[in-house]
């Protein structure tokens, strides 16, 4: 079956400006995580949505980023005002419950300029 | 939070050699442990993952330890092959937590 996806693959923007970034995970999958990846290291973890609810957010690393999952599939995840340190590539993920293994995107690769 | 330390960073080996990765984690109450792929450009793809209620699970040429009482565990691969080299992430999870901490990663390479 399909896999988890993500769009844009990849998205270039300015210093400031804001960005939402897209997660299909995989049908029928409850649990949805989202990553982020600087270059050279591993992921690191964002945000746990089980359902609709954001049961997890404690990874955000301010209040300029912010995600949804409105119907309990697919996700976005919004940057507000993005600076050059928010360059990296963003990874979702989703597990079929909380606790079961969790199979990736692709990821989106944010470049800020 | 858990903290997942991963060693070497960098392994080179020749065709048909063994890899061997290991990591260390720091919360004792960690019980999943999985191994993840990731080649190029591309995604992590899990490869192999282990329970604390075991100490070793092989899968072909792969295979993991788990030492509960040192924290630490490992990932072998036997018979290398070019296809091996990618970067490998292990990780783990507190019980009953959901969020992955991940190691820094080791770049593989397989000399032919």
């Known amino acids: 079956g399909a896999g988890v996806s993500q769009t844009p693959s990849n998205k270039v923007t300015e210093k400031g400006k804001y960005v939402e970034l897209r997660c299909d995970p995989i049908?029928?999958?409850?649990?949805l995580y989202w990553y982020r990846q600087s270059l050279g290291q591993g992921p690191e973890f964002l945000i746990y949505?089980?359902?609709?609810?954001?049961?997890?957010d404690s990874g955000l690393p301010n209040d300029r980023f912010f995600a949804v999952r409105p119907e309990g599939s697919v996700s976005t995840l919004k940057i507000q005002r993005t600076e050059r340190g928010d360059s990296a590539v963003y990874l979702c993920?989703?597990?079929?419950?909380?606790?079961?293994?969790?199979?990736f995107g692709p990821g989106t690769r944010l470049t800020v300029l | 939070g858990e903290n997942v330390e991963q060693h070497p960073s960098t392994l080179s080996v020749q065709e048909g050699d063994s890899a061997v990765i290991k990591c260390t984690y720091s919360?004792?109450?960690?019980?999943?442990f999985p191994w993840y792929k990731q080649e190029l450009g591309k995604r992590p793809q899990l490869i192999i993952d282990?329970?604390?209620?075991?100490g070793e699970k092989k899968d072909q040429r792969i295979a993991v330890t788990l030492n509960k009482t040192a924290k630490h565990f490992s990932l072998h691969i036997t018979e290398t092959q070019p296809e091996d080299s990618a970067v490998y992430f292990c990780?783990?999870?507190?019980?009953?937590?959901?969020?992955?901490?991940f190691g820094a990663g080791t770049t593989v390479t397989v000399r032919a």
């Open positions: 282990i329970r604390s209620n075991v």
């Open positions: 049908s029928g999958h409850t649990a």
């Open positions: 949505f089980q359902g609709t609810g954001a049961a997890d």
């Open positions: 990780a783990a999870s507190l019980f009953n937590d959901y969020k992955l901490s």
């Open positions: 993920a989703s597990s079929l419950r909380g606790l079961d293994t969790q199979y």
């Open positions: 919360d004792s109450a960690s019980n999943y």
